[in-house]
Each structure stands twice: as C-alpha cells, then as structure tokens.
C-alpha cells in the first residue's frame, strides 16, 4: 500500500509539472497568435521579427510575419478598390439625382420624360461599366496577369467623352489628332476609366478651354489633356498620385483625391503611365501614355 500510495504520489506530481513545464513553453506561442490576431484585425505594420527569439519561435515568427503581410496586403486592395468604386461611380449618381430632381419640379411632356428615360438609362450602364471595369481589374491583378486584353481606336471614345464631360455653356474644348484612325492596346472601358478622371479635372478648373491631342510615337500612343486653368500648385506637384491627397480641400469641389492615382495604376496595367508635365506654363497638362494597339 505504501508502494501504491507512492507511485500515486509521484505520478501526480510528474503531471502537475509536466503541466506547468509544457504551459510555459507553450506561453509565447500562445501570446504570439493573440498578438497576431489583433494585429490581422487592424492590418498593422508592427511584425515579430526573428531577433532574440529561439530557433523553433523565430521559424514561427517568420511565418506569422508573412501571413501579416498578405492579410495587410489583402486589406489594403480592398480598402482601394471600395474608394475607386465610390470615387468613379459619383457622377453617374449625380447625373442621376440631378434629372430625377428636375423632372419633379414641374410637368413634363411625353418626350421630355423618355428623354429623363434615356439620360437615367445611359448613367445606369455607365454605372454598370464602372463596376465591371474595376472589378475586372482587381481580378486580374489577383491572378497575377500583366495586361488587359482588347484594342480601342482612340478618337472616337475620346469625342464621346468629350460631349459627356464637358458643358457646352461654360468650356470649349478641341480635339487634334494626327491621324483619324489610332489603336491603343487597352479595352474600350479600360480607355474610359483612365482619360474621364483627367478630363473631369481638366472641366474642373479650366477658364474656357480644354484641349485634347493625339499623337503616336514610335511605340506608344500619347494622350495630353491640356486646361488653361490656374494649374497645380508647384508644391503640391509630389503628391498629384497620392491616393487621397488634394491640392486645396476648401476650393468649392467634391472630391475625394482617387481620380489621379486610379488612372496611372489602370494605365500601368495595360503598359502605360499618366504623368504630369511640370514644364507647362498656361494651366495644366497631363500625359497618357499607352501601347500601340
């Protein structure tokens, strides 16, 4: 009985330290995916690191560190794709809002309401455009694919943006192209989403006249969007592709700083850019540059 009593004796206590033992080691373990979970949650940039950790830790560490980044990476694709989904599909909304607005405030004819029709229908495919582009888009950047397919003959998309852009009581605007005819490597919806947001900007602060010219050089075809505004301010030139970043908040304008960053990234997809040319003295000039289709 004394032999039964003291091998019941021992066997509790190997398995209370056992317990505590494999509980301590297991203790940073334990605080490592706490920690990793809240930082998951918020898409922090704080990391372990493999710095005064034990070998087995440092692996996990590591591990964890990866995870973190693709979730953070994952967040942030998400948060850009919502505000570009926001920013892109206001004005089809405005347009909206506006012709229901005027068609509530007094009697309209027959053919005045199938004209309200026709301007809410066109606003709605727009709006539908709009989505498919982008999401389109994010989809193949998630699959890791280097271009959009598909070829648009640039002149006239730009003419129809033109008379869609541009009120025709207030701004002029010209359209010069080398050549009637020029393909550019990139989906007619594509073409759309990259030159509305510069136009849209070019109507904005324009005196009277914004200017389109087409041009082809040898391996690209070039898209400058020129206004006779006040232009951008030259402390302000860094930060034109800035997600979210505006000249002057107080200058009349609702606009939320995505139109610039989210034309260069869609140009850069396909194997473009949009850039600024700071050299341009009267208003402002902005450059799409994109292949030859």
């Given at each position: 009985?004394?032999?039964?009593?003291?091998?019941?004796?021992?066997?509790?206590?190997?398995?209370?330290?056992?317990?505590?033992?494999?509980?301590?080691?297991?203790?940073?373990?334990?605080?490592?995916?706490?920690?990793?979970?809240?930082?998951?949650?918020?898409?922090?940039?704080?990391?372990?690191?493999?710095?005064?950790?034990?070998?087995?830790?440092?692996?996990?560490?590591?591990?964890?560190?990866?995870?973190?980044?693709?979730?953070?990476?994952?967040?942030?694709?998400?948060?850009?794709?919502?505000?570009?989904?926001?920013?892109?599909?206001?004005?089809?909304l405005t347009r909206m809002v506006v012709e229901l607005d005027w068609w509530q405030v007094r009697p309209r004819?027959?053919?005045?309401?199938?004209?309200?029709?026709?301007?809410?229908?066109?606003a709605a495919q727009s709006m539908r455009t709009i989505c498919d582009t982008l999401l389109n888009d994010a989809r193949?950047?998630?699959?890791?694919?280097?271009?959009?397919?598909?070829?648009?003959?640039?002149?006239?998309?730009?003419?129809?943006?033109?008379?869609?852009?541009?009120?025709?009581?207030?701004?002029?605007?010209?359209?010069?192209?080398?050549?009637?005819?020029?393909?550019?490597?990139?989906?007619?919806?594509?073409?759309?989403?990259?030159?509305?947001?510069?136009?849209?900007?070019?109507?904005?602060?324009?005196?009277?006249?914004?200017?389109?010219?087409?041009?082809?050089?040898?391996?690209?075809?070039?898209?400058?969007?020129?206004?006779?505004?006040?232009?951008?301010?030259?402390?302000?030139?860094?930060?034109?592709?800035?997600?979210?970043?505006?000249?002057?908040?107080?200058?009349?304008?609702?606009?939320?700083?995505?139109?610039?960053?989210?034309?260069?990234?869609?140009?850069?997809?396909?194997?473009?850019?949009?850039?600024?040319?700071?050299?341009?003295?009267?208003?402002?000039?902005?450059?799409?540059?994109?292949?030859?289709?």
């Open positions: 009985m004394a032999s039964l009593i003291l091998d019941a004796a021992m066997l509790a206590c190997m398995y209370v330290l056992t317990r505590l033992s494999v509980g301590r080691a297991l203790r940073p373990m334990q605080s490592m995916t706490d920690k990793a979970a809240q930082w998951s949650a918020v898409g922090s940039e704080t990391r372990f690191g493999a710095e005064h950790q034990p070998v087995e830790l440092a692996r996990l560490g590591g591990s964890l560190d990866v995870l973190l980044d693709r979730i953070r990476t994952v967040l942030r694709h998400e948060r850009q794709l919502t505000g570009e989904l926001s920013h892109e599909l206001r004005t089809p004819s027959a053919q005045e309401t199938r004209a309200t029709h026709q301007v809410l229908a066109e193949d950047r998630a699959l890791d694919h280097a271009a959009v397919p598909g070829t648009t003959d640039v002149v006239p998309t730009l003419e129809r943006l033109l008379r869609q852009s541009c009120p025709p009581d207030r701004i002029r605007t010209s359209l010069k192209t080398c050549t009637p005819v020029v393909q550019a490597a990139a989906a007619p919806a594509l073409l759309e989403r990259i030159v509305s947001p510069l136009l849209a900007n070019a109507v904005r602060y324009a005196h009277t006249l914004v200017t389109v010219v087409v041009r082809r050089t040898a391996d690209a075809v070039c898209l400058d969007v020129t206004d006779d505004g006040p232009g951008v301010p030259a402390v302000f030139v860094e930060e034109l592709f800035v997600p979210g970043r505006r000249a002057d908040h107080d200058d009349g304008h609702d606009g939320a700083g995505l139109g610039l960053p989210l034309a260069r990234r869609l140009a850069r997809s396909v194997g473009g850019d949009v850039s600024f040319d700071p050299g341009h003295q009267s208003g402002a000039r902005f450059t799409v540059s994109l292949p030859v289709g």
